[in-house]
Structure formats: structure tokens, C-alpha cells
């Protein structure tokens, strides 16, 4: 158990339409980062936010964005949905105060585009 | 930027056999290492990290990894493996907060 969840935990979406992912970081993180996992790959990184502003993104274009909210829940949208955004998506919470840290990840949202 | 290899997509073994997965990395920098278990259809469960101090780390259910700089690897192992050890494992490398994740191992426990 890791005090990260994410919500909901399955979803199918028709390609063109957009979707909300959301996630509720473990309590005192500041720091949330989402990760798309395709079927049968590693995890690769999409962006991250630190204390609601981005702080750095992956090789993703712009139809996905995210917000992270003042008491550092965060969402993670994604426009204009094409059929290989298929995924498990996980969001990963950490609590950033100098240096690195362990990442602490929810249980992911499996997202089916048809 | 950094890196991860895991050099084995696929370790069948028997139950009760040891077991070595191995992870390569490259980054021009100091990195923390980490390895992650993931259970079908579910999140990622961290198993052991490296951040300083002993080279040889040892994480939850008996796994343990040995950090060796010089050969830039981060092998994950267990002496004596059981069924409920088949999963996908996940080695990550993190540099100021960008952690990148190698492609995943799947590990095979037979009976």
C-alpha cells in the first residue's frame, strides 16, 4: 500500500475523444510525475509537476497536459486520443526536498482506446 | 541523459533455483538505483534502492542487488526463488528527479 491512488482504474475511450486521469499523491508529497505503460514495456515518463508547475516532460506531444492542485492531487489529460495511447498509465508521488528520492506509484488506470 | 539495460526480457527457472536478473546503466553523473516488481495489472512495488553507502543492498522478499561502479550494473538476485515471485521486474535509474526505466524482465518461476 503506497498512498497513492489512482482513478478510475479501467477506461475505454473512442479514438478522437479526450480523458481525465486522476491521482491522489501520498499525503506531504509535493512532487507527482505520470508514466505511460504501454503492453510490455518499461514505464516511460511523460512529464512532471512540482508544487503545481511542470518540471520537466518526456518525449510526449502537447495533446497531453496535466495539472497538479494546491493540495497536490493531479490529473493528467489527454486530447485528440489515437488508438496506440492504449496503456496502463501510472502516476508516481514523491516527496522532493533536495536531491533525489523514491518515487511511491498508484496502481495505474488501463486505458483501451477502440 | 540516462540510461537502462536489462539485458534478459524473459528468465524462465524452477522453483527453489537462484535467480540473477541483470541491469546495465549508463549516465555521466552520480545516479540512485532502484529495482521494481510489477504484478499483473497492477502498480509498481519497489523492491530495494541504492542511493550510497554499502554496494550491496537488500530489499523485501529476500531479493538483494549489488551496485558495482566500475561495471555501471545493478544486478538484481535471489538465492532461492518461489512461485509467487513471478512477475515483471523493473530496473530505474534516477538523476534529478528524470528516472528512466529499463524495458522489464519477466521472471518465470516454475514448479
Known amino acids: 500500500e503506497t498512498g497513492v491512488t489512482q482513478s478510475p482504474t479501467h477506461l475505454i475511450k473512442t479514438r478522437g475523444q479526450q480523458v481525465t486521469l486522476r491521482c491522489s499523491s501520498q499525503?506531504?508529497?509535493?512532487?507527482v510525475s505520470w508514466y505511460q505503460q504501454a503492453l510490455g514495456q518499461g514505464p516511460q515518463f511523460i512529464f512532471q509537476?512540482?508544487?503545481?508547475?511542470?518540471?520537466g516532460r518526456g518525449n510526449f506531444p502537447p495533446r497531453f497536459s496535466g495539472l497538479q492542485f494546491p493540495n497536490y492531487s493531479s490529473e493528467l489529460n489527454v486530447n485528440a486520443l489515437e488508438l496506440d495511447d492504449s496503456a496502463l498509465y501510472l502516476c508516481a508521488s514523491s516527496l522532493v526536498v533536495q536531491g533525489n528520492t523514491e518515487a511511491f506509484f498508484g496502481q495505474g488506470t488501463r486505458l483501451t482506446v477502440v | 541523459a540516462q540510461s537502462v539495460t536489462q539485458l534478459d526480457s524473459q528468465v524462465p527457472v524452477f522453483e527453489e533455483a537462484p535467480v540473477e536478473l541483470r541491469c546495465n546503466y549508463s549516465?555521466?553523473?552520480?545516479?540512485?538505483l532502484f529495482w521494481y516488481v510489477q504484478y499483473p495489472n497492477q502498480g509498481l512495488q519497489l523492491l530495494l534502492k541504492y542511493l550510497s553507502g554499502s554496494t550491496l543492498v537488500k530489499g523485501i522478499n529476500g531479493f538483494e542487488a549489488e551496485f558495482n561502479k566500475s561495471q555501471t550494473s545493478f544486478h538484481l538476485r535471489k538465492p532461492s526463488v518461489h512461485i509467487s515471485d513471478t512477475a515483471e521486474y523493473f530496473c530505474?535509474?534516477?538523476?534529478?528527479?528524470?528516472?528512466?526505466f529499463g524495458a522489464g524482465t519477466r521472471l518465470t518461476v516454475k514448479p
Open positions: 499525503s506531504g508529497h509535493n512532487t
Open positions: 549516465s555521466s553523473v552520480s545516479v540512485y
Open positions: 509537476y512540482y508544487r503545481e508547475e511542470e518540471n
Open positions: 530505474a535509474v534516477i538523476h534529478n528527479n528524470d528516472m528512466r
